[in-house]
């Protein structure tokens, strides 16, 4: 976390430059003081002293402060709640929020995205594969009328797989280090196949497939289809060209998007960086990318695609509070046929984040949560992992010590409340 703080540091000092062309002097006294709040978060941090409340009187702010109560009551009066002694989960969320909080107070850079740069090269540098995918989606969806319900399978799985391994492109666990998709990923699948620790992904083709619905004139209506964005650049590319068939296919009516209501963890998704994408392939000079770019442009016009940012997203809660803290995204995540969550971070909150053995099933370790059928998908780079076969977790630490956290292997793991309720049932 201090590595990744000093290079917002330095980010926000080397854009002085733009601030002061934008805002004159006022934007130099802005990033002067910005760069002392977060100089003093770094000493906080690495001297273990206790965890402020926020200040800034944002949208979140009094749930942050009362998250922050509860964990004190919890840990008892006997000493505050400190960078050291605080679940990792919780500070490193809390630094994001600090890094906001920065920016918040001092205007007029308050809306600066200290990750924006690096987001944006990741996905200039993924240029080759964003145009082989593309070329490959426009290749389907030209010949989809002619696709038997093996071969939209066949289809699905596979563009489910690519954006299950498009999570690897995580710039917060390479500290904003270079990390982007070179290769077509399509050619990878078969080779990536076996590092697929946990594949249920037949349940989520199921899951799509009987949520049709009759529809008007004898037509099937598909499902509704909910996706929690992970990280921006490649990643986000996949998980559009995943959207774009599941429509053009009919295994989906609609897309709902959720991403962040600001900048977190590096690399994940905002509002600006899921406009900027579509923006970017639209305005593409290869031709089946630009193609993409209108289709996904026409798909947010039309009411078919769905971008949301809920304040939920950037808060510590674990997803089994949601229903409590924040029952209006929960109502909303029920209207869904399918809810999709993508990445590391999605995974550490569906299941608490907590040292559960590795066997112990999915729909235990959510805790109750549970709005409607899900599907984490996630390559492992936290140390968390629940729903394995007895023995593999132990023989996966035999052969590799660091398979949890290398982004070398990964799960589609699914659950469904209505097939919990019926198995439940005497």
Known sequence: MPTILTRVIDTIHRSKNKFFEEF???????????????????????????????????????????????????QGDQEPVSWYRSPWLYVECYMYRRIQEALWFNSPISNFDPFCEMKIQSFIDSQQAVMALCTYLQGLNKNMDELS??????????????????????????????NSQKASPIDSLADLKPFILVDHSNMVW???TSARRPGESGQTLPGRVDIVLDNAG??????????????TSGLAR????????????????????FQWTVRQTLASNHKWVSKCGVQWQSYMQKGVWFYHDHPFWTLPHEFCDMAADAPDLYTTLRE????????????RKLTGDREWEY???????LRGFGPAPLCSLRTLKANVQVGLQPGQGEKLSTLDPSW?????????QFYSPVEQQQHSKP
Not at 234 to 247: G, R, S
Not at 404 to 412: D, R
């Open 336 to 347: 869904s046929d399918l809810l999709l969550f993508k990445g590391d971070l999605n995974y």
């Open 206 to 208: 199921s899951a799509l």
């Open 254 to 273: 609609e897309v709902h998007f959720h991403g962040k209501s600001m900048p977190w963890f590096v690399s994940d998704v905002t509002t600006h960086d």
């Open 359 to 365: 066997t112990v099933g999915f729909s235990k370790a």
């Open 404 to 412: 949890m956290t290398s982004g070398k292997y990964a799960v589609v």
């Open 149 to 178: 319900e093996p071969q939209l399978l066949e289809q699905f799985l596979k563009l489910l797989q690519v954006s299950l391994w498009g999570n690897r492109c995580d710039l917060s666990i390479s500290t904003g280090q270079e």
């Open 234 to 247: 490649f990643e986000l590319l996949t998980d559009l060209v995943l959207a774009d068939f599941m429509v």
């Open 24 to 74: 004159g002097e006022e934007g130099i006294q802005a990033e002067k003081r910005a760069i002392s709040f977060l100089s003093k978060l770094r000493n906080e941090m690495l001297t273990d002293k206790p965890v402020l409340t926020l200040e800034d009187g944002l949208e979140d702010t009094h749930s942050w402060n009362q998250y922050l109560q509860r964990h004190q009551g919890l």
